[in-house]
Structures are given as C-alpha cells and as structure tokens.
C-alpha cells in the first residue's frame, strides 16, 4: 500500500518558518490534505487539494506538492501552532485514504 | 455549520464487540454529498482510517481491519455507528468519526473523539 514519510519532529523559533515535508512515490500525481492536531483535540484541516486553505485558517498556513515531496509551509510561526502534523492522500490503487505517521511541531 | 459527536462505551472487554455512534447535527446525513468515516488513533501514535458509509449504506473498509469491522447508518437519527468485533487490547484508541465531501479526499469536520480502552 502507499505510505506517506513525514519527519518526526520538526522545530522553529517563533517569527521564522517551518516546513513540515511528506514525502511519498509520485506524490506529486496526487492531491495532499493536512490536518493540526493539538494536544488533546480532534486534528483540524488546515490545507486540502495540496494548498487550499479552508475558511478561518490563517494565510500563514500554505502548501506546495511536486514530484516526491509536498510541503506545509508555516510563516510567522506562533507559540500557537505547536501542535502535530499529519498528511494525508487517497491511495487510488487501494480505494482508500493513507495519513503520514505525522509530524510533532515544536516552537522553541 | 456541521458538528460530529461520538458516543459509547469506554471500556470494552476482550473478544466483545465495540459499539460506537456518531451524531450529526447542523446537517443531514440523507441529504448525500458526503462519506461519513470513522478513524482511530493508538495512544500517542498516529491516524488509522477504519472505513466509512454514504447515505444510501454503500460501505467501505479498511483491508486491515474489514473482517471485524462494521458500518451502519440510520438516516432517520441523522447517526451513523461502528461495531468492531472479537476487540483486543491492541483495539485501544481515541475514535473519531469525521465527514468526507465525495471525491474530495479530505475529512472534514472531525469528533472530538472517544477514547475507548479494551481490559478485562
């Protein structure tokens, strides 16, 4: 099946940006979701269709997707947006949807 | 704006049946346009998607988890539920129930999530 590679941690002092990278087999052919999950909460989409923000999720948040690797990409990094990452495609060979082990963002 | 709710028991024992709901609110199930999944999360590991259902009953599971897993729906509660059966202590997670817009990809909006702990 089709697995998604995101790094463990990634850390950021606050004001500077984080790239938070998944890297999957042509994951460039396919449409990549990501989702924050706070500590002790449901996860949240924060970008869909690669870079798509949903309503009321802040333009710092964007996305990219080419070849290998899709990228949320975090400016102006707030205290706030510590939280873990997780992306996400639908595996067409399977029919089904695939999430990366996820990503444990951690503002210094 | 749509709200998912899970309900159900959070302790389960050995080799029983988990049984869980999902109310919907803010919107109709009948009205179609969407899957209405279920994920899990392992504590402190990541996102499992267990399977999910449309409006008519149209089901569709996750291989690893298919011969144990059961979807419904009854439209006329606006509630969708999840049996899994013959559970072990491996079955211990947060289950969230979520909304997928057809041919979209993403799951949104999701429960606040259930934790449902398997011990005798």
């Known amino acids: 099946s089709y697995v998604l590679t995101q790094p463990p941690s990634v850390s950021v002092a606050p004001g500077k940006t984080a790239r938070i990278t998944c890297g999957g087999n042509?994951?460039?052919?396919?449409?990549v979701h990501w989702y924050q999950q706070k500590p002790g909460q449901a996860p949240v989409l924060v970008i869909y269709?690669?870079?798509d923000r949903p309503s009321g999720i802040p333009e710092r948040f964007s996305g990219s997707n080419s070849v290998n690797t899709a990228t949320l990409t975090i400016s102006r990094v707030e205290a706030g947006d510590e939280a873990d990452y997780y992306c996400q495609v639908w595996d067409s060979s399977s029919d089904h949807p695939v999430f990366g082990g996820g990503t444990k963002l951690t503002v210094l | 704006q749509v709200q998912l709710q899970e309900s159900g028991p959070g302790l389960v024992k050995p080799s029983q049946t988990l049984s869980l709901t999902c109310t919907v609110s803010g919107g109709s199930i009948s009205s179609g346009g969407y899957y209405w999944s279920w994920i899990r999360q392992h504590p402190g590991k990541g996102l499992e998607w267990i399977g999910y259902i449309d409006y008519s009953g149209s089901t569709y599971y996750n291989p690893s988890l298919k011969s144990r897993v059961t979807i419904s729906v009854d439209t006329s509660k606006n509630q969708f539920s999840l049996k899994l059966s013959s559970v072990t202590a491996a079955d211990t997670a947060v289950y969230y129930c979520?909304?997928?817009?057809?041919?979209?990809?993403?799951?949104?909006?999701w429960g606040q999530g259930t934790l449902v702990t398997v011990s005798s």
């Open positions: 042509n994951i460039g052919s396919k449409s």
């Open positions: 269709y690669d870079s």
């Open positions: 979520a909304r997928v817009p057809y041919g979209s990809g993403w799951f949104d909006p």
